[in-house]
């Protein structure tokens, strides 16, 4: 029987749902509030034995492969057209990674992208926030955007497993 994963963005959670048989096309409602649920991508887990990282695994366990290969071919498509002297276009596909692959890119960066969406030089925004930059973790998982220039935390789990 296939567990489904589905994400509240009102809550901010995941639920999972039991289902007797395979079924694609039912989106429940959230167990909390009722709004519509948004299916998600699921992790797969494996049996063996942990070992020891420098926390790489979590990042990438995390990220879909077949989904990361699709974006970068897309993200190489837009690339070959791309004006380098155009920090709005270096800036959209920067963005559209960061919105396709669900990585947060960090409050820095996302300050850096909207500056160069507004037509700044980007080695002035590097010249003035590089230490900013430098800081920040660009492989962090969640982080959606709720108003501008705030994050939302990553997405809680619901322990509780519901009926489809």
Same mark, same amino acid.
């Given at each position: 029987?296939?567990?489904? *994963? !589905?994400?509240?963005?009102?809550?901010?959670?995941?639920?999972?749902?039991?289902?007797?048989? $395979?079924?694609?096309?039912? /989106?429940?409602?959230?167990?909390?509030? *009722?709004?519509? %649920?948004?299916?998600?991508?699921?992790?797969?887990?494996?049996? @063996?034995?942990?070992?020891?990282?420098?926390?790489?695994?979590?990042?990438? +366990? +995390?990220?879909?492969? +077949?989904?990361?290969?699709? $974006? #970068?071919?897309?993200?190489?498509?837009?690339?070959?057209?791309?004006?380098?002297?155009?920090?709005?276009?270096?800036?959209?596909? /920067?963005?559209? !990674? +960061?919105?396709?692959?669900? %990585?947060?890119?960090?409050?820095?960066?996302? *300050?850096? #992208?909207?500056?160069?969406?507004?037509?700044?030089?980007?080695?002035?925004?590097?010249?003035? /926030?590089?230490? $900013? #930059?430098? @800081?920040?973790?660009?492989?962090?998982?969640? @982080?959606?955007?709720?108003?501008?220039?705030?994050?939302?935390?990553?997405?809680?789990?619901?322990?509780? #497993?519901?009926?489809?």
């Amino acid at each position: 029987m296939p567990i489904y *994963e !589905f994400f509240c963005e009102d809550c901010n959670m995941i639920f999972n749902f039991l289902s007797a048989r $395979v079924n694609t096309s039912t /989106m429940p409602p959230c167990p909390r509030c *009722e709004r519509v %649920l948004r299916r998600q991508m699921s992790t797969f887990s494996t049996l @063996g034995r942990a070992k020891e990282d420098d926390g790489m695994d979590d990042i990438m +366990s +995390s990220i879909d492969e +077949s989904q990361m290969e699709r $974006v #970068l071919g897309e993200l190489a498509h837009d690339a070959e057209n791309i004006n380098e002297d155009d920090p709005k276009q270096m800036a959209r596909v /920067m963005r559209k !990674f +960061s919105e396709k692959t669900g %990585l947060n890119l960090g409050n820095g960066m996302e *300050e850096a #992208l909207a500056r160069m969406e507004a037509g700044e030089d980007p080695e002035k925004i590097e010249q003035e /926030m590089g230490d $900013v #930059l430098e @800081g920040e973790d660009p492989f962090a998982m969640g @982080g959606k955007k709720e108003k501008k220039g705030s994050y939302r935390s990553q997405p809680v789990y619901d322990e509780t #497993l519901y009926e489809l």
